[in-house]
């Protein structure tokens, strides 16, 4: 079969979910609430460009966190 139908995952992906899979979900939440709330402080603060820079880290927090969920249910190829 081609990698095309089906993917093979590497040894150090598989170490790497086994890692991630231990963290609990609420922490990426609790991240992405994190840099929001952080993001308006700064913005409160007068630090435009901080704030929209540490604004912008909810998303990919967010991503991680669907990622480590679908880790953790789905399992790993």
Known sequence: ???LTSPNEGH?????ENV????PSVVF?????ASMGISLALKCAGS???A??????AAPFLLLGIY???VKTQGHD
Not at 29 to 33: K, P, R
């Open 1 to 3: 079969m081609s990698n």
């Open 12 to 16: 150090k992906t598989e170490m790497i």
């Open 20 to 23: 991630t899979g231990k963290v």
């Open 29 to 33: 939440l609790g991240a992405a609430v």
């Open 48 to 50: 435009k460009h901080t």
């Open 52 to 57: 929209l820079f540490v604004g912008q880290w």
């Open 68 to 70: 480590n969920k679908i």
